[in-house]
């Protein structure tokens, strides 16, 4: 089911425009944008998003991997039916989990199966 959907890592940095410039200019991974607390990479079939913080944190807490899936309520029902529970925290959300911090875009976070 995931394998066909796109993977975004998940990294933290104290210093965005040293990873960009790193990523995008020694590495050579394309720049797809800053969103404020997020700088996005793609790399292939793959996404590398930088979480801005004030200093490193070790270990990182958050998301470390994610998927970017065609139609994200069907793919939370279809993860709920296969026993995965996903994360309620203090964020608003929907009756299926899903955050919606951008109208049209959503967020469903799991850490662990239900089952």
Wanted: charged content about 20%; hydrophobic content about 45%.
């Amino acid at each position: 089911m995931l394998a066909d959907e796109k993977l975004t890592a998940f990294l933290w940095t104290a210093d965005a425009e040293r990873a960009r410039a790193f990523y995008e200019g020694v590495l050579g991974l394309t720049f797809a944008g800053d969103h404020g607390h997020l700088v996005h990479f793609e790399s292939g079939p793959t996404r590398v998003a930088f979480v801005r913080s004030e200093a490193p944190i070790t270990p990182p807490p958050g998301t470390a991997m994610g998927w970017q899936v065609r139609d994200l309520i069907a793919t939370v029902k279809d993860l709920t039916a296969r026993g995965v529970a996903f994360e309620r925290g203090d964020l608003p959300h929907d009756d299926l989990g899903i955050w919606s911090p951008v109208p049209g875009q959503g967020v469903a976070r799991t850490a662990t199966a239900s089952r």
